[in-house]
């Protein structure tokens, strides 16, 4: 009882501290994998980057602009900034899975295939910012870590020694669990904070285990060269 009231009080000020950490961890993946790709050139680097700097932006002005900006700036419009990169970094982790089965194009932000998941994107944001029993983000986030799960579970059986694979499996897995529980807070118990606590604790998590992997490769990757 004392954890709830102490989290209950202290909202505004985790929201802060959880959107700063989690926008940290983002910038340093983003960073540690631009260089990398620079080195290696490789296409699924290059969209898995992309990802995490989607993702820092979507946490840094939800849970630190959005707290420190509101009532000044209408929170419709933040809310729809936030679950547009949200959905586009899940849309991007997603490619950088399956790019192999594209032609290769110039840019990775705005080619034909990221307009369209822009486009995928914005309506979904659009959508859950104008209906009120949206849940859009958490359904389209559902079925592409769904897929990304498979995805990054048969890379990990075709190749178990390559430690990165595995961390990207539990990461990708981890992340599902999440938007499911995410959803069923949400939907059943109505945004219970303890539950949703618990949730961000498990995004932690997850950004944690994937900088963990990057760090390894990158490490492992720049001793090569």
Same mark, same amino acid.
């Given at each position: ?13 985790? +929201? ?29 680097? +290059?969209?898995? +980057? ?50 192999? +089965? ?124």
């Amino acid at each position: 009882m004392e954890i709830q009231n102490f989290i209950l009080g202290n909202s505004e000020l985790f +929201r802060i501290i959880y959107g700063l950490v989690i926008g940290l961890i983002c910038m340093t993946i983003f960073l540690k994998t631009d260089k990398f790709f620079k080195l290696s050139f490789h296409e699924g680097i +290059r969209y898995f +980057r992309n990802a995490f700097f989607f993702y820092g932006l979507a946490f840094i002005v939800r849970y630190f602009l959005g707290v420190l900006l509101v009532p000044s700036v209408d929170y419709l419009i933040i809310l729809i900034l936030f679950e547009y990169f949200i959905v586009l970094a899940g849309f991007s982790l997603f490619y950088s899975l399956i790019w192999k +089965r594209f032609h290769f194009s110039n840019s990775s932000v705005f080619n034909s295939k990221m307009i369209f998941f822009h486009i995928i994107a914005l309506t979904i944001a659009l959508l859950d910012a104008f209906f009120i029993i949206g849940n859009f983000m958490f359904y389209s986030q559902i079925i592409i870590f769904s897929c990304a799960s498979i995805i990054a579970y048969k890379n990990y059986t075709k190749n178990k020694k390559q430690k990165f694979s595995k961390f990207y499996f539990i990461a990708m897995f981890l992340e599902l669990f999440a938007w499911i529980f995410n959803l069923i807070t949400v939907s059943i118990f109505e945004h219970n904070p303890l539950l949703l606590f618990n949730i961000g604790i498990i995004n932690v998590i997850f950004f944690l285990l994937i900088l963990c992997g990057v760090l390894k490769i990158t490490k492992n990757g720049c001793k090569k060269t």
